[in-house]
């Protein structure tokens, strides 16, 4: 009763400091179980690194600088570098500011701050000789990271570095050993994702003895992206200067100053800076990096407003106060200390982004390029979202849904600024890079429409929603409206397409229900049925439809490559039908039928030719042939709860869980995907997962924890209870709603969000007639 | 008297519409002796297209798009198209936006719009083969050039091109022929002085069927520069595209759209559009192009507020009325027509810059990258300032005292925001380019004060200029400060530096005279003698001195190169103590040995070798050794007023301006120098020169005119008359100002603005006795 009182304290502060982090309480240290380590071996794509929930600086190490391409060709390697980080690597580039985490793509990585000693180097060597530039070898037993501050020793300098950060500020400590000979670079050339000519331009002003300001414009993955900073120094610096410039044709200088040393303005296309210091033994130097969308200016108040002082250790800990105030929102018992590790570490992965993006004072960058106010939300970027539609963003309607609205806002900004007039396919920094297929912000506007968590203008938001889906260009809509179907021919990954499209235009419809919009729900309830028509009922597969109306011939439901889907085979994405299951089991055959598919699939041996060349599906991420390490599948397990074998739905996500997430660098199968896939280990753990966004139901699975509490921002504590939990009784005997025992494998989003308790009943023994 | 009254209340509309030329009253229509072809051929850089005073847009034709390098050397055949347009060319690639008059370097040509009938190129071709790009012949017969105003027959496509403009706005009408395939293109690659990678990133945003906005960013002289944009058309596009822009490696459309057709959103270094229309025989298509210096927003706001409509010729006539009003300024009666075509042409060339630099709301782009609001000031760019310190800001004291409030109240936001805390070298754009020598816009303010044109923070302004002239590691100031006089082997063109260090010192030092600031005083007047270090009296020439004293060997004081000098040699540079002629004429062997000297100076011959590398010095502004095309030599031919030979300067002045400043498109002997070469001629027409701007003192020459009127927005008018004006009777036999005889060849500002008359009873004999 004492921890419920203590939670609604929680709830109303966040409710009122909205992105700001500042509420003293008494709380749990659920930060201890965080390790951001969790994902960076393999193909997690996470990173090390200093952050706070949500915020704009990721300031975390890069081991390496793999370019994209290398003469016009994509360079394979690069893929590990997703986030800068590898667990493998030996040695440490320098400190970035930002940072996807567990993205397939990327970009960013910018501002990389690197101190040395000894003979300067301004370029950053090679992992094979990092002796010829100016990274250093680093080892994991001198590393620490944790929910907002890292640490690590840099051998080659003997300098101890350390990272925190607010919100749109990072900050660094480098402790120095005595020199004459120290300093700190900044090299703008650096980045994820690099290569050469991707910087457009880059430009410094040091605006006194401490204090430098710029920006860092390029053109990747984000194609207009620029990147205003402010830098102040603990210490003043001596001396400083930059790698000279590419010669460039014609710069007005006429060789009279000295541009390369002590010259207070530099611009060129990969400005590399260094500044001089003299150290003592032990003499720790301070690093302040504010960011801005929009101006040097407003990077200068950012730094003022969240970090005017130096004190290390209170961002630091206000860092981790920022992290144990999220955390909190779940309290939990569980049979094993590394269930917790892996809990909050997934808490911590789920709640990196979408990122603030806007100035302390409201202002960010809009998509038209103008600078634009944010009026009564806070604006956020880096919408992940063909991943993030499917657990993330139900999981803020949980336990963000102030920030799931004000990421709506951004989104529905994002569309009234695109000249397409189209909400985020996948956006970033005030662009839209286009990034995997659907116009899944819709599933989240639907998602949140629906539960009753969208104080936003509705109808309006509604409109975006239809407007972006009626956009005949955007890949093969026009095609998909006519024809009922996305044709191969004319529009690749068909398949995948013409499924996603469907499930959206569900979520709309399921919206414009609620609004009571008739013409738009028919029009698209309609539409949501189209997946029909690219089954193939000969082969029980979906499978790609040529404009003539044939289906392709020559197709292997195995592989992942050129059969009319994309990140998926038709194994796993046939099952893509997340609004109507109840239907795709029909048209496949029926209960029983599709429960032994299913089966299969989880069984089968999936070769690696049918998968090897694509990225973001590894073998570590499989069970069989289902598919877990990427998204299309997410749902899978669930769908047993539409057959008559629910309990089989129990066995297969406890696999999951144990299998697929796991402490140490390397827990992690696949790309967290900015969230996406912590989301699914959070609620899936929790016994309850939301097969199709825009429904206000989520299927039942089995809990794998023993007890836990979501401490909700409306003041409501909702308890899940597996009693007789263990590893084997991975079984429901029955479950109960407030002791009322619950006849189908559903609960509704209002019975989580009016608090209570559900009890599961746990046994080594399936219960077949659970729910039937 | 009905003259005076009715030009009182054109000083009053003029002090009320700073920078807003819409008040409608009766005038003489001297825009009919505009002629904007004088100065297009040769190297008076001059452009004929269409703007307004002081406007934000040029629009004018471009004959050819010389690239500034090839294979990173420099083409000299550039310096031909420093304003875009060559009389001698026969083909028009386009109408682009922006452009400098008269500079000797150069940079701008943004926006490039040209219409064409047929099949589409999206290149401009060659003036060899003009059919293979875009471009279009041309005859001047089809072509007309006025105030305001420029129209031309495109010969290949029989299509009218007119062209007019606001101060922030240009608008185009293209009469088409009867087609199907008509376009109109907008080259964002195109540019003067541009070269292979100059282009930083260009983006465009297709916002509806008529309306584009979108910016280019470049690299140049300007080293940051940034041109935002809104252009819309009369008429909705049937179609668009764009040039396939070179590969890039990496750009997240993964070939899912066609980029190049009908999508609304392009972006990459060098982006160039087409917009296709059908059209009727004799159809106008209209173009309006607005630009910003801070955003599309900006420009979109700055388009709906100075031509919300179409009517063109209402703009048209409109930009006429301003020059108009600028024009009336000066009434006068001549001897020729051809003397009032040249007076009114110099008027309109001197009005052209600095050009206004903000939005219609106040707000600009700062040297900080920031974007700051004018406060009660209008701010302005292009700061020519080593030419137009010299008699074009001393003009403005006269004629555009406001305007040369605000241009210095520019200059100080500039001060403020530079991070070398510099007033403007040579700036434009909000970058510092830094060309040429010297810091002058302290005399520009030192002038403003002097005078008392100064409603601005004197004291802080002063500030300004000393913190400027004490920046060490500018240019050699560090040296010039400690060793009293610029030694040549740290810092080339040594011997100028130190002469033009010198005076601007001792304009320094009269602005803190009058502001009572006596330590200033004391430190600049002492700075301002130091010219003295580098006079050879050995050889009665300045000569470069090295760091240990001597003075450099081998020296050749005919030899523009390689001397200690820059455009310019000793001959005449010596000569540059325009603040203590009277000082100088001593230390070179008194009066009347100078005075034999400068009769040399203007008859021997200088051969071709001795210049013929410099760009800005030409034959054609030769007259023996004294070279008027270029400007260190302006004050020269006053001289003699400190010698006993004053009449010598006036059949110098009148053969001067007879020689040197022609009608016709090959009128101008020089750069006209963004209007000083213009108002050098202005003032030497009216009898009086400001040698030394930061005193008081105009030197009287020989006035050119009948009678000249200033109508002075004070209200007052100051009257020259010259009677007994004839092409022989160039010497002054007596002057009387108000009627009593003038004993020295000097008058004051103040006897200029409180109105009144200057007589002059000229002869065809002079009166060596005169001022004597």
């Known amino acids: 009763m004492t ?20 509420v003293a309480y008494a709380q749990e240290d659920l930060a201890r179980y965080v390790d951001p380590l969790i994902g960076t071996a393999k193909m997690g794509h996470t990173y090390p690194g200093a952050t706070v929930p949500f915020g704009s600086v990721q300031l975390s190490p890069d081991t390496d600088t793999i370019p994209y391409a290398v003469n016009g060709r994509y360079n394979p390697d690069v893929y590990k570098y997703c986030a800068g980080y590898k667990y493998d690597d030996k040695t440490i580039v320098g400190f970035s500011h930002t940072h996807f985490s567990g993205t397939g793509h990327s970009d960013l990585g910018d501002l990389l701050v690197m101190p040395t000693v000894g003979t300067l180097q301004l370029n950053p060597g090679t992992a094979a000789n990092p002796d010829m530039g100016y990274r250093s070898r680093f080892s994991h037993e001198e590393e620490k990271a944790t929910a907002g501050y890292y640490a690590v020793n840099l051998k080659d300098y003997n300098i101890k570095a350390e990272l925190t950060a607010s ?223 499917r657990a993330l963003h139900p999981l803020f309607n949980v336990l963000q849904p102030q920030r799931n609205q004000d990421m709506i806002q951004s989104m529905l900004v994002h569309q009234e600024q695109s000249v397409h007039h189209m909400l985020p ?86 919206a414009a229900q609620k609004l009571g919009r008739q013409e738009i729900y028919d029009e698209f309830i309609e539409r949501s049925t189209y997946y029909k028509n690219v089954y193939d009922a000969k082969i029980g597969f979906m499978r790609p439809k040529l404009s003539d109306g044939t289906f392709k011939k020559d197709f292997d439901a195995l592989n992942t490559h050129g059969q009319g889907f994309i990140e998926g085979n038709s194994w796993n994405y046939s099952l893509y039908v997340p609004h109507d299951p109840a239907s795709l089991i029909d048209m496949m055959g029926g209960k029983e039928k599709f429960s032994i598919h299913l089966d299969s699939l989880f069984t089968m041996h999936l070769p690696d030719k049918y998968f090897e060349n694509t990225e973001d599906i590894s073998r570590e991420g499989i069970i069989g042939n289902y598919v877990h390490g990427n998204e299309p599948s997410h749902h899978v397990a669930y769908m047993y709860n539409w057959t008559n074998d629910a309990y089989k739905a129990q066995d297969k996500i406890r696999m999951i869980l144990k299998d697929k997430y796991q402490t140490g660098n390397d827990g992690l199968s696949g790309n967290d995907d900015f969230g996406q896939m912590s989301a699914w280990y959070l609620f899936s753990s929790l016994g309850f997962y939301p097969v199709a966004p825009g429904s206000v139901d989520y299927a039942l699975g089995s809990p794998a924890i023993e007890e836990a509490s979501l401490h909700l921002d409306n003041g409501n504590t909702f308890t899940v209870e597996a009693k007789n939990q263990s590893d084997k009784n991975v079984y429901v005997r029955k479950v109960e709603l407030n002791g009322v025992l619950l006849k189908k494998p559903f609960i509704t989003h209002d019975q989580v969000m009016n608090g209570g308790k559900l009890t599961f009943y746990m046994s080594s023994k399936p219960n077949k007639n659970l729910y039937n």
Chains 1, 2 share one sequence.
């Open 425 to 510: 396919i996948w956006s970033h920094y005030a662009n839209e890079n286009w990034c995997m297929i659907g116009y899944h912000s819709v599933s989240v506007i639907a998602d949140a429409i629906v539960k009753g968590n969208a104080d936003f203008d509705q109808n309006a938001a509604l409109d975006a929603c239809v407007q972006t889906a009626r956009t005949r260009y955007f890949d093969g809509i026009g095609d998909y409206i006519d024809m009922q179907y996305v044709p191969e021919d004319k529009s690749g990954a068909s398949v995948s397409k013409t499924l996603e499209y469907a499930y959206d235009d569900w979520a709309i419809a399921q």
């Open 167 to 389: 919100t749109r500020v990072g900050m660094h400590k480098y402790t120095f050993p005595k020199s004459t000979e120290a300093h700190i670079i900044l090299d703008l050339k650096a980045g994820i994702y690099n290569y050469d000519g991707k910087n457009v331009w880059t430009f410094v002003r040091v605006e006194n003895d401490s204090t430098i300001t710029g920006y860092r414009q390029t053109s990747g993955w984000a194609r207009t992206r620029k990147v205003y900073f402010a830098m102040s120094f603990s210490k003043a610096f001596k001396s400083y200067g930059q790698e000279k410039q590419k010669d460039q044709v014609y710069r007005g200088f006429w060789g009279r100053f000295d541009q390369n040393h002590n010259f207070p303005e530099m611009a060129g296309k990969d400005l590399r800076l260094y500044f001089d210091f003299d150290t003592e033994e032990g003499e720790a130097i301070n690093v302040k990096m504010a960011l801005s969308p929009v101006s040097t200016d407003g990077a200068l108040n950012n730094m003022k407003t969240e970090i005017p002082g130096w004190d290390f250790e209170s961002v630091k800990q206000k860092a981790r106060d920022a992290w144990n105030q999220e955390l909190n929102k779940i309290t939990v018992e569980t049979l094993k200390e590394s269930d917790k590790v892996n809990l909050y570490t997934a808490m911590y992965h789920a709640f990196l982004g979408p990122t603030v993006y806007m100035d302390v004072d409201g202002k960010y960058m809009g998509l038209d390029r103008n600078i634009h106010q944010a009026e009564g939300f806070t604006n956020y970027t880096s919408f992940s979202l063909w991943d993030t539609y």
């Open 3 to 22: 921890q419920i009182k203590f939670k609604k304290i929680i709830a109303t502060a966040s409710l009122l400091a909205v992105g700001v982090f500042n």
